[in-house]
């Protein structure tokens, strides 16, 4: 055998050897420490049993200024409903339109800080529908608010759209009988660009985020790029509707809210409604108490409703159309108290509830109004163009 491999086992033995030699006294030197540990006092500190807990971070406040940019057709109510019944048990300024605006900001306008009703200004929250616009919201909105919007797949949003608006976009009107297989055959022949309410039936979503729904991307791929990136540049959270229960975990994450915080969605809401599922123990408890609360209020069994056979006006949903049918429900009669008013939000609509906030806010802020029994307003009145020069641009 050569010298060098000779060497090299010689080396290898010895090295394991001196392994062995450590292993020993290493065993040795902690038998005898264990053993001595019951009469030494400084046996724990050197070696604790157990591991130290861990120190809990200290909660994040709850985020309280939040824009939510509604968009059409996109469970964009769900998250209304739970922005501002937030606000409400909070006592936060929602941000609210102008009367003549009707319930959303002058859509399809340019949004103008000018559409919010006065009696609602400076806001906290905002989440009512209108055409995104930078400038304009940073101007109404305080330093530090987080915008959030969310989307939907573009065929099954449009699918909506063509069913909801068909009595008020042009386009739609024109298709021989409401017929969505015969749009998408020839678009063209049906479409005019610059409309009232055109938008509605090409590239909502573009439109709605502020950009020129009437570009297209296969023949300006640089502003649709453009348009992402300011989403992106704007917008914290871009909650998707197809992943509409993991939107409202980052949702709750990002704006440090509790569990029943984003799970305050009304338990009664009008069919197609999404309204998310609770999980854990505190989401079950919630659900129970609002399980509680909705039988006392409504029966064992809710029954939904056509809005006309709705006695209660609060309650009666408003109707794009007279070939849609948004249902609702009603409160069984002889059903009054104090617990009414809980029960009437428990099911009543974004227009009404939107009304019902600012009756709220003005009498905060000692706005002098009108005396008007909750149960007797004025049913929603349906969306109406807006005379050009209204408030503003």
Not at 132 to 141: I, K
Not at 219 to 238: H, K, N, P
Not at 382 to 388: E, H, S
Request: hydrophobic letters at 40%; a positive charge; aromatic letters at 8%.
């Amino acid at each position: 055998m050569p010298p060098i491999l000779q060497r090299l086992q010689q080396a290898t033995k010895m090295l394991s050897r001196r392994k062995i030699l450590l292993l020993v006294l290493g065993c040795s030197t902690l038998s005898l420490l264990i053993h001595q540990g019951a009469q030494l006092s400084w046996y724990p500190k050197l070696f604790p049993l157990s591991c130290p807990p861990l120190q809990d971070s200290p909660p994040r406040p709850k985020h309280m200024t939040v824009a939510f940019l509604k968009t059409h057709k996109t469970a964009g109510t769900t998250v209304q409903n739970i922005l501002f019944r937030f606000a409400e048990r909070h006592n936060l300024t929602v941000a609210l339109p102008h009367p003549s605006c009707e319930h959303q900001f002058c859509y399809p306008r340019n949004f103008s800080a000018h559409f919010v009703h006065p009696a609602t200004r400076p806001p906290h929250v905002l989440a009512s529908h209108l055409r995104f616009d930078r400038a304009e919201l940073q101007r109404l909105m305080p330093p530090g608010t987080v915008y959030v919007t969310i989307l939907r797949e573009p065929a099954a949003m449009f699918e909506s759209l063509f069913s909801y608006y068909n009595q008020y976009c042009p386009a739609f009107r024109r298709v021989p009988n409401a017929s969505l297989e015969a749009f998408l055959r020839a678009p063209e022949a049906y479409y005019r660009a610059g409309e009232h309410f055109a938008m509605f039936a090409h590239n909502t979503l573009a439109y709605d985020l502020g950009g020129d729904n009437e570009r297209s991307p296969r023949d300006d791929a640089a502003y649709l790029a453009g348009l992402i990136r300011q989403v992106e540049e704007v917008f914290s959270l871009v909650m998707i509707a197809e992943y509409f229960d993991e939107s409202l975990v980052l949702l709750r994450r990002l704006l440090a809210w509790d569990l029943d915080d984003t799970t305050s969605t009304p338990p009664l809401a009008p069919r197609g409604a999404r309204r998310p599922r609770l999980r854990g123990a505190r989401g079950a408890r919630a659900a129970e108490a609002r399980e509680r609360l909705l039988r006392r209020c409504f029966g064992d069994e809710p029954v939904l409703r056509p809005a006309a056979q709705i006695r209660t006006k609060q309650l009666q949903p408003w109707q794009p159309s007279r070939k849609v049918d948004i249902m609702g429900y009603d409160l069984p009669s002889g059903r009054a108290g104090p617990a009414t008013e809980a029960c009437l939000k428990l099911a009543m609509p974004e227009v009404q509830y939107s009304s019902y906030l600012l009756r709220k806010q003005k009498r905060r802020g000692g706005v002098r109004v009108r005396p008007e029994p909750v149960l007797d307003n004025p049913p929603p009145r349906p969306i109406r163009a807006l005379p050009r020069g209204h408030l503003g641009h």
